[in-house]
């Protein structure tokens, strides 16, 4: 690493810290999907095998590895705060010129803001290793050396989830060049085999596709003047108005929206200079890509193609909440920014020499770095409501001491079952944690499977679930022999949270704890094994784990690549030794 690489690390460091500050305090952020546990564990819907669809995998996975080692409230820092800061000095790295410019443009960003508070850590996760990957694909696209290994590296974090894979495979055949683009697919699909393969076991159980109302519910959505397309060329637009930060709104929604444009549309012409035509023109197509899938859900006719996929293609269901296509844009937008900004300055210079203006250089350096500073902090001006946890909203809290509880009985009785969780819904608002919306943390939290309702209520729409396990078991509530065959053992009822659980939907059942934010109750009698759809037979779940195994070990070759070009000959031989003894 350079002396530049450090300074531009170190001060990358900057940006990460202020904006995830708060949620650095002990404790649990938990907003909507970001529901971190302190040990998650590793359980058959970690991996694909599970009743729902496999929307967090690998990254359950990852995460219940990863909790063996470090405890939960540790690692959500960690990731939130490494997210942050490898995008703003992956990005940094990525720029030709102007590289803090780039970097505050892409990580200080509506984008950012509303992901955050929508709880898409891994979204985030993969939004950040977007400038790694376009880097990588660049010095394949050259024939450099090690370009292979390092976009193995750079993508493999991203296919934590089915979103975050499709974004770096998205970014890196644009940066590879269509002459690599069949070797470039072959790795994407093989390092995101471990959602696609279990994705489609579940289509083929006919447990793959989702409610088309869903394409309207998760739409982009106007935050000021010019609508839903003028936001999400600002980098916003999220369907949920409670995850848009303050001050996002009103003019300073299309003045962001043309800054990007103007600065961005320029700078990545000026880029061409630099990179060549090519890259730049599938750059700045993938981001056309991403704004046209963006708002396609608001666009009568486009809206119809999407809600038939939705409806009768598995796994289509992947195209809703279309904004977090968006990231391609902000990939090519903040890079162009940078470009404009470094250009500016060029121009300075050019201006100074030609009216021959005294003590050139002291002046040109005052105005060079007054341009930098400028640029660099015009983001922030413009979304002050993104510092410091997005204004407050990342306030770590603690889980009460029943959780900790019924999961030791769980770990320790020998009755089998999975747990039924009540009241049937599957976002809670605890008390405890100041009645913000979040996802029932009992399914990363206890150690037994946890069967929660999928049904979502977006509005006054509620949209249909896509586990059949869950609507079956959510229809035998009340009667325990039935949940019994079902494979139900217990059932663990929530307090302080909007909804009621009635006294007949727990007759017949034995309560084990009673404690003040949760019960937990015992069905009695013989359980039945949960019934097996496709993903459940021998050959399926050999064939799901045998594709993780091959991913796992496609990154393991690649760092070992990377690794041994980055050490001494003697160095790596030594290290590579002392793992095999």
């Not at 649990?28 to 058959?44: A, G, H, I, N």
Request: charged share 15%; net charge positive.
């Amino acid at each position: 690493m350079t002396h530049r690489s450090r300074l531009l690390a170190a001060a990358c460091v900057v940006p990460a810290l202020v904006i995830v500050g708060p949620a650095l305090a002990p404790g649990f952020v938990l907003r909507y999907d970001m529901v971190f546990t302190p040990r998650q564990p590793l359980l058959p819907e970690s991996v694909g095998l599970g009743s729902a669809l496999p929307r967090a995998v690998p990254a359950d996975a990852v995460v219940a590895l990863a909790t063996t080692v470090v405890p939960g409230d540790l690692l959500q820092k960690a990731v939130l705060l490494l997210t942050v800061w490898a995008a703003a000095y992956g990005m940094a790295r990525l720029a030709p010129g102007a590289p803090l410019v780039a970097a505050t443009f892409y990580t200080w960003s509506a984008y950012v803001a509303e992901r955050l508070l929508i709880g898409h850590w891994s979204v985030l996760v993969a939004y950040a290793c977007l400038p790694w990957v376009f880097a990588a694909g660049l010095k394949v696209r050259r024939g450099e050396p090690g370009g292979w290994p390092a976009l193995v590296l750079a993508c493999a974090p991203a296919a934590l989830v089915p979103t975050g894979g499709v974004l770096a495979a998205g970014v890196a055949v644009a940066a590879a060049g269509m002459r690599r683009a069949p070797l470039t697919l072959a790795l994407a699909v093989g390092l995101n085999a471990p959602w696609w393969l279990p994705g489609l076991l579940h289509g083929a159980a006919g447990n793959g596709a989702s409610d088309p109302a869903a394409v309207d519910a998760f739409a982009a959505r106007g935050e000021g003047p010019g609508g839903a397309v003028v936001s999400v060329l600002g980098l916003g637009g999220i369907w949920n108005a409670d995850a848009v930060p303050a001050g996002r709104g009103g003019l300073l929604v299309p003045l962001v929206a043309l800054l990007l444009v103007a600065a961005g549309g320029y700078g990545l012409w000026r880029l061409t200079a630099t990179w060549g035509r090519a890259p730049v023109v599938a750059l700045a197509g993938l981001a056309a890509a991403g704004v046209v899938l963006a708002v396609a859900a608001t666009v009568p006719g486009p809206d119809a193609v999407l809600r038939w996929l939705v409806a009768e293609v598995p796994g289509a269901g992947l195209l809703r909440d279309g904004q977090k296509w968006v990231a391609w844009w902000a990939l090519a937008a903040s890079l162009g920014c940078a470009m404009t900004a470094q250009t500016l300055i060029s121009r300075s210079w050019t201006l100074l020499h030609r009216f021959r203006c005294t003590s050139v250089q002291d002046r040109g350096g005052w105005l060079a770095s007054a341009i930098l500073v400028g640029a660099a902090l015009l983001p922030v001006a413009l979304l002050p409501g993104l510092a410091w946890g997005v204004g407050g909203q990342l306030e770590p809290v603690r889980y009460p001491r029943d959780w900790y509880t019924v999961r030791a009985e769980l770990a320790r009785d020998p009755h089998r079952g999975d747990v039924l969780v009540l009241p049937f819904q599957p976002f809670r608002q605890f008390g405890w944690n100041d009645r913000r919306t979040q996802l029932d943390p009992a399914p990363r939290f206890l150690t037994r499977s946890a069967v929660v309702d999928d049904t979502l209520v977006v509005g006054d729409e509620a949209l249909r679930g896509e586990d059949q396990r869950a609507a079956q078991v959510g229809a035998a509530i009340g009667d325990p022999g039935r949940l019994a065959r079902l494979g139900i053992g217990w059932v663990l009822v929530e307090y302080g949270t909007p909804g009621t659980v009635e006294p007949a939907e727990l007759a017949g059942l034995t309560r084990v704890h009673d404690g003040r934010w949760l019960a937990l109750y015992r069905v009695p009698g013989p359980i039945s094994e949960p019934p097996a759809g496709v993903t459940g037979h021998a050959a399926a779940r050999a064939t799901v784990l045998a594709a993780d195994a091959a991913a796992a070990l496609a990154v393991l070759v690649a760092f070992g690549a990377w690794l041994r070009r980055r050490l001494p000959a003697s160095t790596f031989m030594s290290v590579a030794g002392s793992g095999t003894t």
